[in-house]
């Protein structure tokens, strides 16, 4: 079995867990790569969504051996068999327990953004990650669980080497696993994107559930904080939930087939954002996600759809089908303006962009504004003279070949157009705030030339 990326993953997942959804579990990622995968499995879930922040406690001498792990609310799980047969001092335990509760502390703050953990007491515990290769976090991590009060633990993973439900037996009230294949060698090679997963998706995939479920947790750390901070701004992600007007899958009809994508709408939109993905990518991808709940938050609507069936995205020479793409794009938006009535902007990525770009191009095109993610403008070529829309161009600093493709592209354009380079980042903006740059620089450049259109 091989999954297009964590989101997909997390959507077959969901469907093997649905005998769950009527024990009111609690689903918990394990960071980073296990949140975007929980992510889907607690939407389809209805369930609440917190991650597992875990700390495996090595020998001080063997650190890949470890004697024991801690997870917040001062659990502690520790092997005294391994520290009786490894002679460990005391000393040197709390050493090492010491520097990795300061490496606890920090992540599960940075993660949460000031939310309290959720309580687990009583409950059911879905422990979810991207895959297993030795088992040893995934095994801490339930242990943890079990000792801050689930009542059952259910520890849930796309794909495993065939021996690890043997060794996760005693740790474990049920374990799901979608695929075991005989010749596992290591996670990532069952997966078409298995990028790494920034810890800003992590945030951002966390407060969106917490925004859409409500949950404002409980548990030793007490009530959030108020006023300014992170604690105001979930409760500012909360607020923008609760004034989404329409949060819906949809279905259109574009150019013959079918497609399916996810609106939605916060009360009085005055515009809409369509996401164009790229090759390799879902309307589940994570960065796109993260950009449409910032667009959402300013009170833009978004609709993130896929414009390939899965059929389709099996074969790879599809995602360069720029006029197949386009065609589909322009279909798709003319149901949305039936739909909503309101202006329409385009957001691509990668390939997406220039089948946004292409779309956008198209006589009578009624496109207010286009903002490219890493895109590839040359594929649109040479209809980019064309294109009336204000563009942005948004590339990585290190993502030097696109730089210059999209420096060409700027210099073919004939409306209005920028192009913005974050220092630093690559071709996906893994690093560490530059997804959240791009989020902010697209919701600017919609605010100022597509709402104003309303």
Known sequence: MLFTDRADAGHR???ALQHLEGEDPVVLGLPRGGVPVAFQVARALKAPLDVIVVRKLGVPYQRELGFGAIGEGGVRVISDDIVRRGRLEQTDLASVE?????ELARQAERFRAGRPRLSLEGRTAI????????GATAAAACQVVRAQGAARVVLAVPVAPPDAAERLR???DEYVCLSTPFAFSAVGEWYRDFSQTPDDEVVALLAEAAARSGTTGSGPTGSGPTGSGPGAEAAADKDVAEAVAIEEEVTIDAAGVRLTGDLSLPAGARAVVMFAHGSGSSRHSPRNRLVAAALN??????LLFDLLTPAEEAHRSNVFDIATLAERLTDATGWLRDRTAVPVGYFGASTGAAAALRAAAAPGAQVGAVVSRGGRPDLAEPLLHAVRAPTLLIVGGNDTLVIDLNQQAEAAMRCATRLDIIPGATHLFEEHGALQQVADLARDWFLSHLVKEA
Request: charged fraction near 20%; charge should be negative.
């Open 127 to 134: 422990v979810v990650d991207d895959g297993i290769a030795t």
């Open 98 to 102: 010491h520097a990795e509760a300061a």
């Open 170 to 172: 005693t740790t474990t």
């Open 13 to 15: 997942l969901a469907e």
């Open 297 to 302: 938050k300013a009170g833009l609507g978004t």
